[in-house]
């Protein structure tokens, strides 16, 4: 998504995807998710605008229940580490702990892309999106990835996010969220339903 004219000078445009699978204070994963949405635009950025919620198999399979996701579009002063923080201070204060990856979890909050910023470089963003399957389910990365290394595979992702963003165009591939999401396999793409 092009930076907005609009805004003032320090403003970045950020996508973030949202999820959860158990309950938390704010009782089971859509209510959950509500309530986050409102931490987002209480922290002093602009939620421009929110997806529908849908829900989504848990991945990988049997890791725990389904998904309710979402995807929102904020324009933040943060910088991308600074919003990283603080979208993990608010994954914290819904319960989220990180025992296990990809497990199941009160709040996910993860951040996709912050303007058309690549970090750190192609060559590591490269490197992540080609990794195995087996690998990603065993490795964490130890620096900040934008935008998300995984985010063109994943349907759960694509669908929210084409609603809100459809062409934010990433800055390595060159393809819309749109292009990304039609070049899903529709059986991934059906087993993703709006709530």
Known sequence: MPQDAAWPEGVTIALIALGANTRSWAGGPEL?????????????DVLLRQSAFYCTPCFPAGAGPD??????????????EALLLRLHEIEAAFGRERIQRWGERSLDLDL??????????ARTQAAWRAMPLDEQMRLAPEEL????????ERAFVLIPLAEVAPEWL??????????MLAALPEAEKAAVRRL
């Open 112 to 121: 996709l892309a912050w303007g058309d910023a690549v970090l750190p470089d």
């Open 32 to 44: 959950t998710l509500r309530a986050a949405v409102a931490r987002l635009a209480a922290e002093g």
């Open 145 to 152: 990835l934008l935008p998300h290394p995984r985010m063109a």
């Open 170 to 179: 990433h800055p390595l591939t060159g393809e819309t969220v749109a292009q």
């Open 67 to 80: 998904f309710v996701n979402a995807a929102a579009v904020l324009a933040t002063r943060l910088g991308p």
